[in-house]
């Protein structure tokens, strides 16, 4: 479970996150099932992107917020037994996002701000252009990260994600059967080893940035 | 989670932020609580992501995902990524292209077959050239089997020359070539004749197919002859060198895919597409390569020939798009961009 640490749980006003609370939050989440920590990196994951479609500038942050408050809310009140972990999720984000929103509406300098980023950003977004050298450093960490993958996964994603239109639905039912699955459960399957490879070559892509800038100063 | 909520198009709405308030937020919720459906939206948040990088959207989505989903910098990360997964793909399909025609030189069709499969087991690497074709052949397999039945591909050589050499040791030599040219193309014609159709245990289906297979014998006969006429014609100045062929739709079930000759000398292939009876009038078609993802030759508006139930779409290619023992696929849009048929095959030599 190294990819999780309780610095990751992010910060909250007045109280800290402690390892007892972390790992409080961790069986919360687990339900009993002892996950090792995926189900609280799925719930993370979720939160993140929840907050990201709504068009929040720090989904990371937020949703580290949500769970930071969820694990005061258990260690303060040892246990929660009202929802189901996933549903209690959701309400604080609810809270957090609605806080969060209230805050951008106080502070118009910061609206403005937002507003012409947000302009900016759907003027730019069609000539969307990463740039060739970070999309060659993008490719090359691709084929690392996919180097890494095994053998099976690389298969799976390879002829999960090829062709078009119909060619790919039919690529996708031939390997389910070949695989003896549902096409629902080779879709999860192709969805986390994509997930898998994007974590990898963002993590690779950071690294090589960070390493181009310190050498160049 | 609802069934109209796990709809793949409401999912992609959803994400396009082009869902009404109440169901945005019922949706926002089971993203986060719902399993199968975090699952579904991040599957379809996935094809839709490949659809941008594809060229495939068009209309509101494009300028929807433009717009609201390419606004945060996750996202457009995300995009940026799929980018990079299909610029590896096209990269590797580039190789395959080069590749194999240069082994298949060294080796007779079926031996190569067999070395492909064997040097399949000992690569390693993911997208490989031999892999990349490997992947997919379940699905080109799939898709043309029945067609072993009416795998009428009927191949009729017209072989023209388009120069006539200027020195008259070279006309004859040109004569020599295109009589030449011109018993290959008779003797293939007779090889390629309709062969007899394997058993089939559905005795209905090989009736509805009974007709196609006479009209595909009827349509040989009319290449024969057309062929014969161009051989006869070989000497007129400017004629340039023409194959043509009968392509059937893919048809589910099937295990074969149609194959093709082509000459070096041939300039023009003609292909005839038989379309399934539909109520259309004009097509579009375009030539992908074998993954379905790259356009290699896109048509103009075609009109049909033929009957309702039994139209031709003629096509003229130049012959420098195909190149040897790769696969390709035509597809036959209608003017809403429907695809009507597919008719993937491969190029022989």
């Known amino acids: 479970m190294s990819e999780v640490t309780s610095k990751r749980v992010g910060r909250k006003s007045g109280w800290s996150l402690t390892p007892e609370a972390f790992k409080g939050l961790l069986d919360w989440l687990d339900e009993g099932a002892g996950s090792d920590g995926r189900n609280y990196l799925e719930m993370r994951r979720r939160l993140v992107a929840y907050f990201d479609r709504k068009n929040c500038p720090t989904p990371d942050e937020l949703a580290d917020e949500t769970l930071n408050r969820v694990a005061r809310r258990l260690e303060e009140e040892g246990a929660l037994e009202t929802d189901a972990p996933a549903r209690y999720c959701y309400i604080v984000a609810r809270f957090v996002f609605m806080e969060h929103l209230r805050a951008r509406q106080k502070d118009d300098a910061l609206s ?106 | 989670m609802s069934e109209q909520l796990n709809d793949s198009q409401t999912l992609t709405r959803y994400l396009l932020g082009a869902l009404p308030a109440a169901e945005t937020e019922r949706l926002d919720e089971l993203s986060v609580t719902d399993d199968e459906l975090a ?28 717009t609201h989903y390419l606004a ?15 610029a590896h793909a096209e990269r590797s399909l580039t190789l395959a292209q080069t590749e194999i025609p240069a082994k298949a030189r060294a080796q007779t069709q079926t031996e190569e077959a067999a070395a492909e499969v064997e040097s399949e087991r000992r690569r390693s690497g993911w997208f490989s050239v031999r892999r990349g074709f490997n992947f997919l052949r379940p699905a080109w397999a799939w898709g043309a089997g029945l067609a072993a039945l009416t795998l009428l591909v009927v191949v009729g050589w017209l072989v023209f020359d388009n120069a006539r050499p200027a020195r008259q040791d070279t ?35 090989s009736e509805r197919e009974r007709p196609a297979q006479e009209q595909a014998q009827r349509e040989q006969q009319h290449l024969a002859e057309q062929q014969r006429a161009a051989a006869q014609n070989s000497s007129s100045p400017g004629a340039g060198s023409i194959a043509s062929f009968i392509l059937t739709p893919q ?43 790259q356009t290699l030759w896109r048509s103009g508006r075609l009109k049909a020939r033929g009957a309702a139930n039994d139209k031709i779409l003629d096509l003229n290619l130049r012959a420098q798009l195909l190149k040897p023992q790769t696969a390709y696929m035509l597809r036959v849009t209608n003017d809403a961009g429907e695809i009507v048929d597919d008719y993937p095959f491969r190029v022989l030599k």
Do not use: W
Request: proline share 3%.
């Open chain 2, 72 to 86: 945060s910098a996750q996202r457009r990360e995300r995009v940026a990524f799929a980018q990079a997964f299909q």
């Open chain 1, 112 to 217: 403005n701000d937002l507003r012409q980023r947000s302009r900016a950003g759907v003027d730019a977004a069609p000539e969307f252009d990463d740039g060739q050298k970070l999309s060659e450093q993008r490719l090359s960490c691709l084929e690392q990260c996919l180097g890494k993958l095994e053998d099976a996964s690389r298969e799976v994603i390879a002829r999960y994600y090829a062709g078009k239109a119909r060619v790919k639905i039919d690529n996708r039912r031939a390997l389910a059967e070949e695989l003896g699955i549902t096409l629902n459960a080779l879709s999860i399957r192709a969805c986390r080893i994509r997930d898998k490879l994007e974590a990898c070559v963002r993590e690779c892509v950071g690294a090589q940035e960070n390493g181009s800038s310190s050498s160049s100063r």
């Open chain 2, 171 to 205: 006309q004859t030599e040109a004569r020599a070539e295109r009589e030449r040219q011109a018993q290959e193309a008779q003797r293939e014609t007779e090889n390629q004749r309709p062969t007899p159709p394997p058993p089939v245990d559905d005795s209905a289906r």
């Open chain 2, 251 to 293: 048809v589910r079930g099937a295990s074969q895919t149609q194959s093709i000759s082509i000459r070096n000398r041939v300039e023009h292939v003609v292909m005839r597409l038989r379309l399934e009876p539909n109520e259309f009038t004009t097509y579009r078609v375009a030539l992908l390569d074998e993954t379905g993802a």
């Open chain 2, 39 to 66: 699952e579904a939206l991040r599957s379809a948040e996935n094809d839709l992501i490949d659809a941008y990088v594809q060229d495939d959207l068009d209309g509101a989505a494009l300028a929807q995902f433009k």
